[in-house]
């Protein structure tokens, strides 16, 4: 991509407005039109939201996306609705034992309004904050519960040299590790910053930070590639969608995918939530003393940083400089056949109405928001970089490209994809890919864009999933 040393937050600031504004119409057509009794809101067919059974994983952002146009907008009524909504439907995600994405669904509901009221945009009550602390922290333990131990093989400094791995596995089951995953483990590090942990047979308790931290070591070790390991398709910064491990002896066996092109490509919403998970977990523990961490986690801080350092900047410059078009949006894949047929797309702004590969705006929302939180966790000259093709993706996203403005349309970002080789994604007429159309998650991680340069453009609060 070609980033813009020039771009700000604060010159985003106007642009910022039209998207909350937009969205804010969007939420409230969406509440009022939605039968809960079908399910979850998942992708666009045609402007109009439908569901998709996989997972509920997108019900939490239904009602995040209230709570974060409410907060942007300072409208009450949005928060209420968001609060409300979350209050009815959102208790089953928390105690949810068949999924990985406690982070996805109660961090965009729970979380953000323990955010709140601690910004104190939302009256302060007593019992009011502990139903959100009680519900964050039986999720993250709940969360943690779906754990795997796995071999760790030769001790290295991707792995902090710890002496055992693991890893939450995925919904596919205990030989599954998923890279986006890496953004859903931190409810872990706020239920275990509740003080909360999981308790086991014989009332053995399990530290949440240290599964936490494992995980995101496995990860690092397995499906993250860093260039060093004589493996054909190793570029550094690329990721495998899921990595598979023996569950006989917990040995890694090999990389897979269920959403990317193939297990030797890269799928950019997988990279995105790399990309945004390793920083969001870095500017964590930044808060928390080498004492404090080596008593939780049994490793040494400085380790364990210097790995996730690592994995969020081999990310980061695979996203920037091969995994995305000119103007930060990024293809499905990077490897998706059609790009044959467009042997110089990087050089160019993002097609979505070209005829051979679809683009995947929401993969880029997220990916921003991790380049931005990477590059001021960085500070600085070597910050800046990433901060500016953060800005960069955002500007484009803000633009009249990506969003849906025509009323009738109910999402917010358009030219988002669910799952290309399922051939889920609504091609429309006359079309030879899927365009046009908006997804949950990538209509929420807009907003987390978009409140996250409002608050730096206005010299706000800065936003964070922990406390």
Same mark, same amino acid.
């Given at each position: 991509?070609?980033?813009?040393?020039?771009?700000?937050?604060?010159?985003?600031?106007?642009?910022?407005?039209?998207?909350?504004?937009?969205?804010?119409?969007?939420?409230?057509?969406?509440?009022?039109?939605?039968?809960?009794?079908?399910?979850?809101?998942?992708?666009?067919?045609?402007?109009?939201?439908?569901?998709?059974?996989?997972?509920?994983?997108?019900?939490?952002?239904?009602?995040?996306?209230?709570?974060?146009?409410?907060? &942007?907008?300072?409208?009450?009524?949005? *928060?209420?609705?968001?609060?409300?909504?979350?209050?009815?439907?959102?208790?089953?995600?928390?105690?949810?034992?068949?999924?990985?994405?406690?982070?996805?669904?109660?961090?965009?509901?729970?979380?953000?309004?323990?955010?709140?009221?601690?910004?104190?945009?939302?009256?302060?009550?007593?019992?009011?904050?502990?139903?959100?602390?009680?519900?964050?922290?039986?999720?993250?333990?709940?969360?943690?519960?779906?754990?795997?131990?796995?071999?760790?093989?030769?001790?290295?400094?991707?792995? &902090?040299?710890?002496?055992?791995?693991?890893?939450?596995?995925? @919904?596919?089951?205990?030989?599954?590790?998923?890279?986006?995953?890496?953004?859903?483990?931190?409810?872990?590090?706020?239920?275990?910053?509740?003080?909360?942990?999981?308790?086991?047979?014989?009332?053995?308790?399990?530290?949440?930070?240290?599964?936490?931290?494992?995980?995101?070591?496995?990860?690092?070790?397995?499906?993250?590639?860093?260039?060093?390991?004589?493996?054909?398709?190793?570029?550094?910064?690329?990721?495998?969608?899921?990595?598979?491990?023996?569950?006989?002896?917990?040995?890694?066996?090999?990389?897979?995918?269920?959403?990317?092109?193939?297990?030797?490509?890269?799928?950019?919403?997988?990279?995105?939530?790399?990309?945004?998970?390793?920083?969001?977990?870095?500017?964590?523990?930044?808060?928390?003393?080498?004492?404090?961490?080596?008593?939780?986690?049994?490793?040494?801080?400085?380790?364990?940083?210097?790995?996730?350092?690592?994995?969020?900047?081999?990310?980061?410059?695979?996203?920037?400089?091969?995994?995305?078009?000119?103007?930060?949006?990024?293809?499905?894949?990077?490897?998706?056949?059609?790009?044959?047929?467009?042997?110089?797309?990087?050089?160019?702004?993002?097609?979505?109405?070209?005829?051979?590969?679809?683009?995947?705006?929401?993969?880029?929302? *997220?990916?921003?928001?991790?380049? *931005?939180? @990477?590059?001021?966790?960085?500070?600085?000259?070597?910050?800046?970089?990433?901060?500016?093709?953060?800005?960069?993706?955002?500007?484009?996203?803000?633009?009249?490209?990506?969003?849906?403005?025509?009323?009738?349309?109910?999402?917010?970002?358009?030219?988002?994809?669910?799952?290309?080789?399922?051939?889920?994604?609504?091609?429309?007429?006359?079309?030879?890919?899927?365009?046009?159309?908006?997804?949950?998650?990538?209509?929420?991680?807009?907003?987390?864009?978009?409140?996250?340069?409002?608050?730096?453009?206005?010299?706000?609060?800065?936003?964070? @999933?922990?406390?």
């Amino acid at each position: 991509m070609k980033t813009d040393p020039k771009v700000t937050a604060k010159s985003l600031l106007p642009d910022v407005e039209r998207v909350f504004k937009l969205a804010a119409k969007k939420c409230k057509a969406l509440d009022k039109a939605w039968d809960s009794s079908k399910g979850t809101p998942v992708f666009t067919e045609n402007g109009t939201y439908t569901t998709r059974g996989w997972t509920e994983w997108t019900q939490g952002f239904v009602y995040g996306n209230a709570i974060l146009c409410g907060d &942007a907008l300072d409208d009450a009524k949005l *928060i209420k609705l968001g609060k409300k909504r979350t209050m009815d439907h959102m208790l089953p995600h928390v105690t949810h034992i068949g999924v990985h994405d406690h982070g996805f669904n109660n961090l965009s509901t729970y979380g953000n309004l323990l955010r709140l009221m601690n910004e104190k945009k939302i009256k302060e009550d007593a019992w009011e904050r502990k139903t959100y602390e009680n519900a964050i922290a039986a999720s993250g333990a709940v969360q943690a519960s779906r754990w795997m131990g796995a071999q760790p093989g030769k001790p290295g400094p991707d792995t &902090a040299n710890a002496e055992g791995l693991g890893y939450v596995y995925s @919904f596919n089951g205990p030989h599954s590790l998923f890279i986006d995953t890496m953004r859903t483990v931190r409810i872990l590090g706020v239920a275990w910053q509740l003080g909360h942990v999981l308790m086991h047979e014989n009332d053995k308790a399990a530290n949440l930070l240290k599964r936490s931290v494992l995980h995101g070591l496995t990860t690092n070790r397995h499906i993250v590639f860093h260039g060093k390991s004589g493996h054909t398709y190793d570029v550094r910064g690329r990721t495998a969608h899921e990595g598979v491990f023996n569950r006989n002896d917990g040995n890694f066996r090999c990389r897979s995918t269920q959403q990317g092109y193939s297990p030797f490509s890269t799928w950019t919403r997988g990279l995105a939530w790399a990309i945004c998970g390793y920083a969001e977990e870095l500017e964590f523990f930044k808060t928390i003393p080498a004492g404090e961490f080596k008593k939780a986690t049994g490793l040494n801080k400085a380790a364990v940083v210097k790995a996730y350092e690592q994995a969020a900047k081999d990310t980061a410059d695979h996203f920037i400089k091969e995994a995305t078009a000119k103007d930060g949006v990024t293809y499905w894949d990077d490897g998706a056949p059609g790009l044959a047929h467009m042997p110089d797309w990087r050089d160019h702004d993002a097609d979505p109405y070209n005829d051979h590969e679809p683009v995947d705006s929401g993969a880029s929302a *997220i990916a921003a928001q991790g380049l *931005i939180r @990477f590059g001021r966790y960085l500070g600085g000259s070597k910050g800046k970089p990433y901060v500016q093709a953060g800005l960069t993706t955002a500007r484009t996203l803000f633009g009249d490209l990506y969003l849906a403005t025509r009323p009738s349309h109910q999402g917010i970002l358009l030219h988002n994809i669910y799952h290309q080789p399922n051939g889920w994604d609504h091609i429309p007429k006359g079309r030879k890919v899927p365009c046009d159309e908006s997804a949950m998650w990538g209509d929420y991680h807009l907003l987390e864009l978009a409140n996250l340069v409002k608050r730096i453009g206005e010299g706000g609060k800065y936003p964070t @999933f922990y406390l």
